[in-house]
């Protein structure tokens, strides 16, 4: 089936079945933003819906399709047992788990684990990386239809700090960034058999950002955003050819968002872009050094862009310039992405406190906070009336039904 892809349009096709699906890193179009209006504002302990242990350690991201909750985790002394565990979203009742043994190198910084990158699904399938390299498709009642050793495959490909960076799903094709500073590459992978389509080089670098979705500005070809230390190198989907790219720098943790045709890079604090057609460089339409996000990627709210940076500090600027509006001191530090509904955003810090930020006060302000007492470092997902928080020990909804 043809599909066509434009600005307008990109959030919805990229990953977005209907509104109670989250299906890949920071949700529809990783952009973050829930469509849904009924969530959980003035949190309370009434507010835990349900609180579910969890298997092994992991701070990847859950994946919501339809009423499943999806989340992956690591065990064992060496990280090396893989699990894969599907929840029912209403009531946290386990439907299954499989678990699968880790080929390639499982070593990583205390603060992360083997189960850092966020799955992503497109409605019919689930894809799970791992920091091990191990790449794996199973289908929603988790039976496995394909799996890849990366690792056995690729080598050198690995960093001693552990591997993050999610993959993101877009038609057919399966992009898997594997960024590192020895064999550093990415890939896009035939959903339907696991092969290459297309495999390029990438800086030797230490990168932990996620793809992008960025159609061409012209022909709505889709385009997918490759973001290291030196900058973005911007290719076709499907053929992996690069279109265009931006040499100024970004950052190697805090990933870019596209929303309403700009593209919001971390880069020298933020910039914001208008891509061209394929072979011209992005317009750059501002640039602000002092909205420099840490580990949190910034987040667009309606006429605002938010950004987080290390001492816990909240920047909203004006989209249409980059002027930072206000500052709102929260509690942090974070390493989690803030998500958002309507004017709301949701922030976790790594201490397991949650706080609800009023985007539409006149300077911000913190609505309500609830502390779950618990380690976390996963950005949070949306679904079905609910927030859900996994930290290495639970998987926590908020609200709903």
């Known amino acids: 089936m043809k599909h066509v892809f434009t600005a307008a349009c990109v959030s919805a096709l990229c990953v977005q079945l209907n509104a109670a699906d989250w299906l890949q890193f920071r949700g529809p179009g990783g952009t973050g933003v829930s469509p849904e209006a009924n969530l959980p504002l003035q949190l309370d302990a009434k507010s835990i819906t349900w609180k579910i242990p969890l298997t092994g350690r992991g701070l990847s991201s859950p994946v919501i399709v339809g ?53 992503c699904s497109d409605g019919k399938r689930l894809f799970c990386l791992f920091s091990s390299n191990d790449l794996l498709c199973l289908d929603l009642d988790g039976n496995l239809l394909w799996l890849r050793g990366l690792g056995r ?4 490909a690995s960093n001693s700090l552990g591997m993050a960076a999610s993959p993101i799903v877009v038609g057919d094709t399966l992009v898997v960034p594997v960024e590192n500073d020895s ?8 959903v339907e058999t696991g092969a290459n389509r297309w495999k390029r080089d990438r800086p030797k670098m230490a990168s ?32 992996g050819q690069e279109a265009w790219y931006f040499t100024d720098g970004a950052s190697t943790m805090s990933s870019s968002v596209f929303t309403g045709g700009v593209l919001y890079v971390p880069s020298k604090g933020m910039a914001a872009m208008k891509p061209g057609a394929a072979g011209a460089h992005p317009e ?16 667009v709210l309606g006429d605002k862009l938010f950004t987080l940076n290390s001492a816990g500090i909240l920047s909203a600027a004006d989209i ?3 002027k930072r509006l206000w500052q709102l001191r929260t509690t942090g530090p974070y390493s989690a992405t803030p998500v958002g ?18 985007t539409s006060a006149l300077e911000g302000a913190v609505v309500s906070k609830l502390d779950l007492t618990d380690t976390i470092i996963g950005t949070p997902s949306i679904g079905g009336g609910a927030v859900f928080i996994r930290s290495d020990k639970a998987l926590v909804k908020l609200g709903g039904s």
Not at 67 to 81: I, K, L
Not at 82 to 91: A, E, G, M, N
Not at 153 to 156: A, C, G, H, K, S
């Open 67 to 119: 009423d499943r909750v999806y989340v992956t985790a690591c065990s064992g002394t060496e990280q090396d047992r893989l699990h894969v565990i599907c929840f029912r979203l209403k009531d946290g009742a386990k439907v299954w788990e499989r678990q699968f043994w880790a080929t390639g190198r499982t070593m990583s910084h205390p603060k992360t684990s083997v189960a850092a990158n966020s799955p």
């Open 153 to 156: 495959d690729y080598p050198n």
């Open 183 to 190: 064999e550093s590459f990415s890939a896009g992978i035939d």
């Open 208 to 239: 932990w950002t996620t793809p992008v979705l960025v159609p061409d500005a012209k022909s709505g070809t889709p385009l997918v955003a490759l973001q290291s230390g030196p900058g973005l190198s911007v290719v076709d989907v499907r053929t």
């Open 284 to 299: 750059t339409i501002w640039q602000n050094s002092q909205l420099t996000p840490n580990t949190a990627s910034p987040i």
């Open 320 to 322: 249409k310039d980059g």
């Open 341 to 358: 509904f309507g004017k709301h955003l949701y922030l976790v810090n790594e201490k397991g406190l949650v706080q609800v930020v009023d």
